[in-house]
């Protein structure tokens, strides 16, 4: 604790990174701890301070520890190696290579850990198997990559060899497996995430939670605690709050207090802020905070909250039914009625814990002696929805608010809501001083939004050759206690909940519902992975009534161009799902064989294989969701690519730098890239919805184009013209009309005046570009054009089940998704294996029950050993609205795993799994033919 | 202000520990996760600490006349490293399966069963073994045996002026040990089932000695004494064959989140059957 006592601190040596060190510390202070705050050694991660993550992995004596769990006293005189040192025998900088060039760092949270656990590997073992390999990482948790990056780049750093890409020329870079952008500062260590910076001089702000689901409660005297407790600087309630005290993502529904005015509605929900010196906030107890508690009864379950009287969460949601949704086409029942087969499921899913490595974390400075204004630094995917959450909770323009994001360890649409935003810009508003905050994983995981469960109906009719001829589906959805994006996974379902199909009656309806229970909002597929489940299964259900092979009836449906979606939109292009399921047939029959001739003799250990389809609008359903790009040429010859897009670690600014190193003609390492910083780059919307490479894309393609036009228009040449950037001066090879632009001569643009402060780096030529996906809205049956372009795919699991246990092992997985273009091949595969990941987490593991799995040792994510082998087909099926053809994949990804997986189940045991997650007692229920017992 | 200690020798650990409330760090794999648990909700006080990591004679795993020693500073990994007879197999195969390797680097054997958590995979194990535990304090030295030693949920006999010092594991040439977990996820587990036997045969293959314990179905591992007694001379061979439901019968295992109770019993039959098999000489493997 840096403002600690100095009498509390003891001074230890020791030799860091090759280095005698000397840090004053405290003893009992984690050794992550000390690293971090004292020794600024922010490669470290603190991820759990549990053991449960590895992130803050190190090697002390030449053993991998958490340094989380170490008192710092016992690093004196050891040998401690981070992830800032090249590492014993410069291991750690040649695995460092190896991941970057295999695309084995995403959002590079859990980087370090990873990269000090192989080094702890190749210093005992110098050619390790895979099995050797994964046992040594299997302490380190990853959300983003599915492990199979990592375990290659390990296994070819120790093989010795690492090939970086090679430097791709101008009109190039699309297509090419361009290490990311970002990636060397990821596999250094020195990326700066939320809590790896703040000022100097900035107070610590802790939260007090509500203890309880529902209550309210009442606060006595604080001024009297405030006074009594040195270094305490203030407890903010809700009257503090300065402007409006609550948010949401929807301008219509902020319904989130920042602080929470005398009623609670979920278990982790802020009440006060404690901010002062670290040392004191982490000093003061709950209990000693003068809060009287008056439980309510709390609503948890979905038929709880619809049932007749039940309490009502909000004045404004009558019988608690924050939103609904809708599709109607045809005459469901009329199809029914001549249907050659018929049937229906009742599904059910947990909450799911987005478990990004990154807590929450940012910090806040307010500028000026108004102050004037503010600046929010902070892990987020939505930089301009935090600067109109932040003017708003502080009742000032937006204007004088600057969202300035970190890099985000992991987002996954956990991170599209503000959570410290809000608190953090109270608390320096009111204080007058800069303010931090670091949420600890068990706060992050109360607190923060969550996967919706679902409570699913759907039934499904086709004619004797397995066409689909109709589909009705009824779901609710979990929503929590706030808004959150309860009405996007609302009004998502309805366009996806049949399946990536033609049919022509089709009847969905979906309520978002209000209950105890952390927000449920945005995580990788709003709702839809959830919808795959059930329409998936009735697919099987019906190529088994009919007797049609699973992949057949699946072929047989598939929407392709020039089909009408049940939406009524019409596919020109790009619908790639046919060519992405011949692209599995040949697997899908081999498994099939396979799986067979194993289970002659096996059985005990059943293998079966499922396969699921999917499809996923890219972008917001129905709604404006533009995005603008700049880049500039300065007199300097600068070249500036101003991208508001954040990445979370999926890739876009790899991604988007190639769009526009491509389009400008121009090599990718002449720019140089500004991210998300509200003062300097404009909107690019928020990245979710599988949108950054594909409407992001095109405004930066738009913008490349208007620079490149600029050029051309200048030099007077010719569109083929070539184009070189040596310093100041552009060259514009076009034959015999080449020339060479001086930038330094050209006057400023229109827009801006020449900089008195650094003439050089006037601005002399730009462009911007806009794009918004052409959609319309949807009528009251959901008929329109939802989304510009649809990600297609399908996937095939094989499993293995000990059917005396229950337990199930994803074995292989075979992938092919139709991205239209793959931008970066790398990339694409790092979102599928990433995606797989969390798809066998939802399938086999993944159940978030609030004050019981609050943490990462009880609520289970998918470990080295959990991830099958993954074979990926890329189906570049070009869409015209693309840039380059491109369109997401980052949701696409995960949508079909959980379906697949629970295919392949059945096909093993014959267990219609219809709740997941299939842990081992439900599936063992499900053998034995019994209704699952306990929960 | 949080007071930590750090003991040079045994005597001052011991005054130490007499002297007021203070909690034990060995490892520190319970010690900071039980604490962000706290701090998580709002309590921010922490128990005075006493670090016992200087007392380096803990640290070491000795054999002696009729028993092994290990000290309260052994971690998973040491054990693993080192070179102890087949007796010690299931032990083993508790280390290599507790936590990542970080986890196994730092947590030690003695940590484990003083947390005492249903779930800790080190005392079914040692309660097989026949092991002892060694408690100092002022007043002297004392050995339980391991079967006593954790007497309730999360509860041990260790007193608030005592420190366990080692585990005293019996010799027993020849016998065979065998530890399977189950749960719900390759790595990282925290077992919603396990079972530990050790077992010793003549050379006719029949039983002749035999300890099976089956943890996480109870407030403390559980030893299935009426099993015991059956395979007591018989044949090893088969013996998985004769395992029925009603010698998980004094098991009462919990309906939670990782697994219900009827299933928690089920599995533990399996388990043992499993746990039989693999203790037979000279067998494929197949993990459970």
Avoid at chain 1, 510 to 523: L, Q, V, W
Avoid at chain 2, 48 to 73: K, Q
Avoid at chain 2, 76 to 88: E, K, M, N
Avoid at chain 2, 108 to 133: E, F, Y
């Amino acid at each position: 604790m840096p403002d600690q006592a100095a009498s509390d601190l003891v001074t230890l040596s020791f030799t860091l990174n090759g280095r005698p060190t000397t840090a004053r510390a405290a003893p009992f202070a984690s050794l992550a701890d000390t690293l971090r705050e004292r020794l600024g050694c922010t490669g470290t991660k603190i991820g759990c301070e549990a053991g449960d993550c590895g992130a803050c992995t190190v090697l002390i004596d030449g053993e991998q520890v958490c340094a989380c769990l170490v008192p710092s006293q016992r690093a004196a005189e050891r040998v401690i190696w981070t992830v800032e040192g090249d590492g014993p025998a410069g291991l750690t900088l040649r695995l460092r290579h190896a991941f970057l060039a295999h695309g084995a760092a995403q959002c590079g949270i859990c980087t370090p850990g990873m990269l000090m656990a192989a080094t702890d590997l190749l210093a005992r073992e110098a050619a390790p198997s895979p099995a050797a390999v994964a046992d040594a990482i299997a302490g380190v948790l990853c959300r983003c990559t599915g492990y199979i990056k990592i375990v290659e780049a390990i296994l070819d750093a120790a093989g010795g060899t690492s090939l970086l890409p090679t430097p791709v020329a101008a009109t190039a870079a699309v297509g090419a497996r361009l290490a990311r952008v970002d990636g060397w500062s990821k596999v250094a260590g020195r990326e700066v995430f939320g809590a790896d910076w703040a000022p100097a001089d900035a107070l610590w702000l802790r939260v007090v939670r509500s203890p309880h689901r529902a209550a309210r409660f009442t606060i006595g005297n604080l001024d009297r605690l405030i006074a009594a407790t040195p270094g305490l600087a203030a407890i903010l309630t809700h009257r503090d709050v300065p402007g409006e005290n609550s948010f949401g993502v929807f301008p219509t529904m902020k319904d989130q207090p920042v602080l929470a005015p005398g009623l609670v509605r979920f278990r982790g929900e802020a009440v006060l802020a404690l901010v002062g010196s670290r040392a004191a906030v982490e000093a003061l107890s709950d209990h000693e905070l003068p809060i009287v508690w008056q439980p309510l009864p709390a609503i948890t379950a979905i038929e709880a909250a619809l049932a007749p009287g039940a309490p009502l969460l909000h004045a404004t949601a009558a019988d608690n039914v924050l939103a609904r949704g809708q599709l109607a086409t045809g005459d469901p029942a009329a199809a029914r009625a001549v249907a050659a087969a018929e049937v229906e499921g009742e599904f059910e899913t947990a909450f799911v814990e987005h478990a990004y490595l990154e807590p929450e974390a940012g910090f806040a400075v307010p500028v000026g002696p108004g102050p004037d204004r503010i600046e929010v630094s902070a892990t987020t995917q939505a930089p301009y929805l935090d600067l109109e959450e932040t003017a708003r909770v502080l009742g000032i323009e937006t204007t004088r608010v600057r969202i300035r994001p970190t890099a985000c360890g992991g987002g996954f649409g956990g991170k599209l809501d503000v959570s410290v935003q809000p608190l953090l810009a109270v608390a320096a508003w009111v204080t007058k001083r800069p303010v931090r905050i670091i949420y600890s994983r068990i706060e992050s995981m109360a607190s923060t939004t969550k996967r919706h469960p679902a409570h699913i109906r759907a039934r499904a009719a086709a004619d004797a050759d397995g066409r689909l001829t109709a589909f009705e589906m009824r779901a609710d959805f979990n929503t929590g206690a706030y808004a959150s994006w309860g009405p996007t996974v609302a009004s998502r379902v309805p366009v996806h909940g049949m399946g990536p199909y033609r049919v022509a009656n089709v009847s969905i309806k979906t309520r978002a519902i209000f209950t105890h229970n952390a927000p449920a909002g945005a995580f990788r597929g709003f709702g839809v992975p959830q919808a795959a489940i059930a329409h998936e299964t009735l697919m099987d259900d019906l190529a088994e009534r009919l007797g049609i092979d699973r992949w057949a009836i699946r072929y047989r449906n598939a929407l392709g161009p020039g089909d009408r979606t049940p939406s009524g939109q019409r596919l020109t292009a790009s619908a790639g799902l046919p060519q992405c399921l011949e692209a599995l047939r040949p697997d899908w029959a081999a498994a099939l064989a396979r799986v067979a001739a194993h289970n002659v003799d096996a059985p005990r250990y059943r293998r079966g294989v499922g396969i699921a389809a999917m499809w996923y609008g890219c972008g917001n359903t129905s709604l404006s969701n533009p995005s603008t790009m700049r880049i500039t040429l300065a007199r300097d010859g600068a070249l500036r690519f101003f991208n508001g897009a954040v990445d979370i670690g999926q890739g876009s600014s790899t991604v988007l730098l190639q769009i526009a190193a491509d389009t400008l003609g121009l090599p990718v390492d002449a720019f140089q890239m500004q991210v998300g910083d509200t003062d300097l780059t404009a909107d690019a919307g928020k990245t979710s919805a599988s949108r950054q490479t594909f409407v992001s894309g095109n405004a930066v393609r738009l913008a490349a184009a208007a620079l490149r036009a600029k050029i051309l228009a200048l030099a007077n040449a010719g569109p083929e013209a070539r184009l070189s950037l040596s310093g100041a001066h552009l060259h514009v090879a076009d034959g015999e009309a080449s020339r060479t632009l001086e930038l330094a001569t050209l006057p400023p643009t229109g827009v801006g005046e020449a900089d008195a402060v650094a003439p050089q780096a006037t601005i002399v030529l730009e462009g911007i570009g806009s794009w918004d996906p052409p959609t319309t809205a949807l009528d009251e049956n959901g008929q329109g054009t939802p989304y510009a372009s649809y990600g297609f795919g399908a996937q095939m699991a094989e499993v293995e089940v000990d059917t005396v246990l229950g337990t199930s092992k994803v074995v292989a997985m075979v992938a092919a998704h139709d991205v239209g273009r793959a931008i970066n091949p790398t990339l694409v595969e790092g979102q599928i294996h990433g995606g797989i990941a969390q798809g066998v987490g939802l399938a086999l593991m993944e159940e978030f029950v609030p004050g019981r799995t609050e943490n990462l040792h009880d609520y289970l994510v998918p470990t080295v050993g959990d991830m099958p082998a993954v074979k990926i087909y890329l189906i570049e099926a070009g869409e015209p609205e693309g840039p380059f053809g491109a369109k997401g994949v980052g949701e696409p990804a995960l949508i079909a795993t959980a379906p697949a997986i629970l295919g392949a189940i059945r096909h093993a045991t014959g267990v219609r799994a219809t709740r997941v997650p299939v842990l081992p007692h439900r599936l063992w229920a499900a053998l034995k033919g019994e209704a699952p017992h306990g929960r | 202000m949080l007071a930590y200690h750090r003991p040079r020798s045994m005597l001052e650990a011991l005054q130490l520990r007499a002297s007021g409330d203070m909690i034990v760090l060995a490892g520190g794999t319970d010690v900071y996760p039980a604490k962000a648990q706290r701090t998580a909700w709002g309590d921010m006080r922490q128990p005075a600490v006493l670090d016992i990591a200087a007392l380096s004679d803990l640290g070491h795993i000795v054999e002696a006349h009729d028993h092994w020693r290990l000290g309260a500073l052994v971690t998973w990994s040491d054990l693993v490293r080192a070179d102890v007879p087949p007796l010690f197999d299931g032990l083993k195969a508790a280390a290599r399966a507790i936590g990542g390797r970080q986890i196994q680097n730092r947590g030690t054997l003695v940590g484990n069963i003083c947390t005492a958590s249903p779930a800790g995979d080190g005392a079914p194990n040692l309660i097989a073994l026949d092991a002892r535990v060694e408690l100092a304090s002022l007043a002297g030295r004392r050995v339980v045996d391991m079967a006593a030693f954790i007497d309730g949920y999360r509860h041990t006999v260790c007193r608030s002026d005592e420190i366990v010092t080692a585990i005293l594991v019996p010799k027993r040439p020849g016998a065979r040990a065998h530890f399977l977990k189950l749960g719900a996820r390759a790595y990282l587990v925290i077992s919603v089932v396990m079972v530990a036997g050790v077992v010793e045969t003549d050379a006719a293959g029949k039983v002749t000695h035999i300890r099976l314990l089956v943890g996480s179905c109870s407030a403390v591992p559980q030893r299935l004494s009426a099993l015991e007694a059956a395979l007591a001379g018989a044949p090893l061979v088969g013996a998985a064959d004769r395992v029925g439901e009603e010698h998980v019968a004094a098991l009462a295992p919990i309906d939670d989140i990782r697994g219900s109770a009827v299933y928690r019993r089920s599995a533990a039959v399996a388990l043992i059957r499993d746990l039989l098999a693999e203790l037979l000489p000279a067998r494929p493997r197949r993990v459970a």
